[in-house]
C-alpha cells in the first residue's frame, strides 16, 4: 500500500506558502507550479518497499526499450515542468543551495542525463561464429542519496536505473526527504503516464540510518549505489554486497603562469559559488604559483565579487564554521554574505565568494567546507603546485581543476592527482555537461572507479555466444 499522499502534499504546501515574493523574484521567477503530489512509491517500511519494486521490475524487465524510453522522456518533462518547484523545496527544506541554480541543476539533469541510448551491445563475429556482450538488468537496485543535491541524485538516478531495466529503492538523506520523495512521486507518475507500471522508484517514508543499513542488508537488492560522504560509502563496502561507491571530494584548482589569468579567476569564481559550492565537484580551494598569485586575487576581487578576509577574520570563520573541530552544518551551502554576517561582517551585495591566503594546512582549505570560501595556496613553483594540490585531494581521486595553457603541465598534473574528473580552463560543472561536452550525472563513483555513472553502470554484463553460426560475411 503506497502511503504518506498526505504528508507529501501538506510538506509542498507549508514550502511554498512559505515562500517570500523577494525569493520568487530574485530568480526571475513565475508563479510557482504545483505539481500533483500523491506520494506515490512511499513506504513506511523497508522490505514493504523493496517487495513492491520487485514487482513492478517484473514488468519493467519485459518492457522494450522503446517503452523504457517513453518513461525517461516522460521523467525528463516532468523533472523540466518541476525544476522550479524542486529547487525551492530543496532550498527550503535544506536551508543550503540558492533557488536560481539549483533550477539550472534540474534542467541539466534532464536534458543530459542519458537513457536507453546508454545501454550497448559489443560483438565479435567470425569464423567461429557470433559472441555478444549484452547490458542487462541487476533488478532492484538500493540507493542512498545525499542533501547537497537531494531531488538531482533521485532524478538523475533513476533515470539511467530505469533505462537498464532495473527499479529503484531510495533511503534518502533524513535532511531532504520532502524534497527527495516528491521527485519519487513525480518518476512513478511519469511511468503511470507513459503505460508503465507504479513504483517504478520507491522510498521509506522516513529514511534513518537504520532503514539504510536494512537496505544494505536486503536479500534482494544486489547492487547498492551510495553518493555521499566518506561514512556512507565505506558502510556500503563493508556490507558483503555489490557497492557503487561515490564519495567526498575536495577539489582543487591549480593555476599556472601559462593561463589566461583574468579568465581562470571568473571560471574559478564561478565553479565555486554554483549553488553555493554545494557540488561535489566544485573548487574547494585554489593553489596558484607565486609568479600570479597576486594578479589571480586581483581579478578575483575586481571583478567576480570576491572578500578578502584577514587572520583575525579567517579565525572567526573558523569558529563558526567549523565548530569544535567539526563541521557546521547550519554554515554548508550557504552563501558568502551569509557566512559574512556570521562573524559580524556586513557586506555589499556584489559579494559572492570569501578568500584569502594561506598555508596548505589551514583548516578552511584542507576540509571539505561546502560553501562559498576559497582558500588561496601560494606555491614557489608549478612542481610544489602540483604536490599541494595533490596533497589537498586526499587521496578521494574525484575532481581536480587546472589554468594553464601548457600541455605538459596539464599531463603532469593529471597523472599525478589521478582523480574522476579533471576540467582544463574552465568552471568546474562543466564537468558535468554545463558548459562543457558530455552527459551529465550527481553521482560521480570516485571511490569505486566506475567514474561518471549513467544507465550502463548500471547493468551486468552477459555474454551469448553461438558458436560455427550466424557469422553471415
Ligand atoms: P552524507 O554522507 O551525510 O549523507 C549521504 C547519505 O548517506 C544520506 O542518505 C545519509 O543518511 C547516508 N549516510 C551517512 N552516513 C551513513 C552511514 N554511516 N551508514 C549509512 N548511511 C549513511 O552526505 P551529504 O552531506 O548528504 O552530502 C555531502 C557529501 O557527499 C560530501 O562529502 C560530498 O562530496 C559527497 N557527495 C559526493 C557525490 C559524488 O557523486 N561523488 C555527490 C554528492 C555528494
Same mark, same amino acid.
Not at 513506504?43 to 517487495?51: G, I, P, R
Not at 565479435?124 to 538531482?152: H, K, Q, Y
Not at 536505473?161 to 507518475?189: D, K, Q, R, W, Y
Given at each position: 500500500? &503506497?502511503?504518506?499522499?498526505?504528508?507529501?502534499?501538506? *510538506?509542498?504546501?507549508?514550502?511554498?506558502?512559505?515562500?517570500?515574493?523577494?525569493?520568487?523574484? /530574485?530568480?526571475?521567477? !513565475?508563479?510557482?507550479?504545483?505539481? &500533483?503530489?500523491? +506520494?506515490?512509491?512511499?513506504?513506511?517500511?523497508?522490505?514493504?518497499?523493496?517487495?513492491?519494486?520487485?514487482?513492478?521490475?517484473?514488468?519493467?524487465?519485459?518492457?522494450?526499450?522503446?517503452?523504457?524510453?517513453?518513461?525517461?522522456?516522460?521523467?525528463?518533462? =516532468?523533472?523540466?515542468?518541476? *525544476?522550479?518547484?524542486?529547487?525551492?523545496?530543496?532550498?527550503?527544506?535544506?536551508?543550503? +543551495?540558492?533557488?536560481?541554480?539549483?533550477?539550472? !541543476?534540474?534542467?541539466?539533469?534532464?536534458? =543530459?542525463?542519458?537513457?536507453?541510448?546508454?545501454?550497448?551491445?559489443?560483438?565479435?563475429?567470425?569464423?567461429?561464429?557470433?559472441?555478444?556482450?549484452?547490458?542487462?538488468?541487476?533488478?532492484?537496485?538500493?540507493?542512498?542519496?545525499?542533501?547537497?543535491?537531494?531531488?538531482?541524485? #533521485?532524478?538523475?538516478?533513476?533515470?539511467?536505473?530505469?533505462?537498464?531495466?532495473?527499479?529503484?529503492?531510495?533511503?534518502?538523506?533524513?535532511? /531532504?526527504?520532502?524534497? &527527495?520523495?516528491?521527485? @519519487?512521486?513525480?518518476?512513478?507518475?511519469? $511511468?503511470?503516464?507513459?503505460?508503465?507500471?507504479?513504483?517504478?522508484?520507491?522510498?521509506?517514508?522516513?529514511?534513518?540510518?537504520?532503514?539504510?543499513?536494512?537496505?544494505?542488508?536486503?536479500?534482494?537488492?544486489?547492487?547498492?549505489?551510495?553518493?555521499?560522504?566518506?561514512?556512507?560509502?565505506?558502510?556500503?563496502?563493508? $556490507?558483503?554486497?555489490?557497492?557503487?561507491?561515490?564519495? /567526498?571530494?575536495?577539489?582543487?584548482?591549480?593555476?599556472?603562469?601559462? *593561463?589566461?589569468?583574468?579568465?581562470?579567476?571568473?571560471?574559478?569564481?564561478?565553479?565555486?559559488?554554483?549553488?553555493?559550492?554545494?557540488?561535489?565537484?566544485?573548487?574547494?580551494?585554489?593553489?596558484?604559483?607565486?609568479? #600570479?598569485?597576486?594578479?589571480?586575487?586581483?581579478?578575483?576581487?575586481?571583478?567576480?565579487?570576491?572578500?578578502?578576509?584577514?587572520?583575525?577574520?579567517?579565525?572567526?570563520?573558523?569558529?563558526?564554521?567549523? !565548530?569544535?573541530?567539526?563541521?557546521?552544518?547550519?554554515?554548508?551551502?550557504?552563501?558568502?554574505?551569509?557566512?559574512?554576517?556570521?562573524?559580524?561582517?556586513?557586506?555589499?551585495?556584489?559579494?559572492?565568494?570569501?578568500?584569502?591566503?594561506?598555508? !596548505?594546512?589551514?583548516?578552511?582549505?584542507?576540509?571539505?567546507?561546502?560553501?562559498?570560501?576559497?582558500?588561496?595556496?601560494?606555491?614557489?613553483?608549478?612542481?610544489?603546485?602540483?604536490?599541494? /594540490?595533490?596533497?589537498?585531494?586526499?587521496?578521494?581521486?574525484?575532481?581536480?581543476?587546472?589554468?594553464? =595553457?601548457?600541455?605538459?603541465?596539464?599531463?603532469?598534473?593529471?597523472?599525478?592527482?589521478?582523480?574522476?574528473?579533471? @576540467?582544463?580552463?574552465?568552471?568546474?560543472?562543466?564537468?558535468?555537461?554545463?558548459?562543457?561536452?558530455?552527459?551529465?550525472?550527481?553521482?560521480?563513483?570516485?571511490?569505486?572507479?566506475? +567514474?561518471?555513472?549513467?544507465?550502463?553502470?548500471?547493468?551486468?554484463?552477459?555474454?551469448?555466444?553461438?558458436?560455427? $553460426?550466424?557469422?553471415?560475411?
Amino acid at each position: 500500500m &503506497s502511503l504518506n499522499e498526505k504528508m507529501v502534499q501538506d *510538506a509542498v504546501k507549508k514550502v511554498l506558502a512559505n515562500m517570500k515574493i523577494s525569493e520568487m523574484t /530574485a530568480v526571475g521567477a !513565475k508563479e510557482p507550479r504545483m505539481a &500533483s503530489v500523491n +506520494g506515490r512509491g512511499v513506504f513506511e517500511d523497508m522490505n514493504e518497499a523493496v517487495e513492491t519494486a520487485k514487482e513492478a521490475q517484473k514488468v519493467v524487465r519485459k518492457m522494450s526499450m522503446d517503452q523504457r524510453e517513453t518513461i525517461i522522456s516522460a521523467i525528463r518533462r =516532468k523533472t523540466h515542468e518541476n *525544476a522550479e518547484t524542486l529547487a525551492r523545496l530543496g532550498v527550503e527544506e535544506t536551508g543550503m +543551495g540558492n533557488v536560481g541554480d539549483k533550477i539550472l !541543476k534540474h534542467h541539466l539533469v534532464a536534458d =543530459k542525463t542519458p537513457g536507453t541510448e546508454d545501454i550497448t551491445t559489443t560483438a565479435w563475429s567470425g569464423d567461429r561464429g557470433l559472441t555478444l556482450v549484452e547490458m542487462g538488468p541487476f533488478g532492484v537496485i538500493g540507493a542512498i542519496t545525499p542533501c547537497t543535491n537531494p531531488s538531482e541524485t #533521485v532524478l538523475c538516478n533513476a533515470m539511467g536505473m530505469i533505462a537498464g531495466g532495473n527499479t529503484v529503492v531510495f533511503n534518502p538523506h533524513p535532511a /531532504a526527504v520532502e524534497t &527527495s520523495l516528491f521527485a @519519487v512521486n513525480l518518476i512513478n507518475e511519469a $511511468s503511470l503516464e507513459s503505460g508503465g507500471p507504479d513504483h517504478i522508484a520507491c522510498s521509506v517514508a522516513s529514511p534513518t540510518l537504520e532503514t539504510g543499513n536494512r537496505m544494505m542488508k536486503h536479500k534482494d537488492l544486489p547492487l547498492i549505489v551510495a553518493t555521499g560522504g566518506p561514512g556512507v560509502v565505506t558502510a556500503v563496502l563493508s $556490507s558483503g554486497k555489490r557497492g557503487i561507491g561515490a564519495g /567526498a571530494g575536495n577539489p582543487p584548482a591549480l593555476v599556472d603562469e601559462t *593561463a589566461d589569468i583574468r579568465k581562470a579567476a571568473r571560471d574559478i569564481v564561478n565553479g565555486c559559488v554554483f549553488d553555493n559550492n554545494l557540488p561535489c565537484i566544485a573548487e574547494k580551494e585554489v593553489v596558484a604559483v607565486a609568479a #600570479v598569485t597576486d594578479e589571480l586575487i586581483g581579478w578575483m576581487t575586481e571583478e567576480n565579487g570576491c572578500y578578502v578576509i584577514d587572520e583575525r577574520q579567517q579565525r572567526a570563520l573558523v569558529d563558526v564554521v567549523l !565548530k569544535e573541530g567539526k563541521l557546521n552544518r547550519r554554515c554548508v551551502g550557504r552563501d558568502a554574505k551569509t557566512l559574512l554576517s556570521m562573524i559580524g561582517i556586513s557586506s555589499p551585495s556584489e559579494i559572492r565568494c570569501i578568500i584569502f591566503e594561506g598555508e !596548505k594546512e589551514h583548516p578552511l582549505i584542507r576540509t571539505e567546507l561546502m560553501m562559498p570560501i576559497l582558500g588561496i595556496v601560494r606555491t614557489k613553483d608549478f612542481e610544489e603546485a602540483v604536490e599541494t /594540490a595533490v596533497w589537498l585531494e586526499q587521496g578521494n581521486r574525484h575532481s581536480a581543476h587546472i589554468h594553464s =595553457k601548457n600541455i605538459d603541465n596539464i599531463t603532469t598534473y593529471a597523472k599525478a592527482i589521478d582523480t574522476a574528473i579533471l @576540467v582544463k580552463n574552465a568552471p568546474s560543472y562543466a564537468a558535468i555537461g554545463f558548459g562543457g561536452e558530455g552527459f551529465c550525472t550527481f553521482t560521480i563513483a570516485s571511490r569505486t572507479g566506475e +567514474g561518471l555513472t549513467s544507465a550502463g553502470t548500471f547493468t551486468k554484463r552477459r555474454r551469448c555466444v553461438m558458436s560455427d $553460426s550466424l557469422c553471415i560475411r
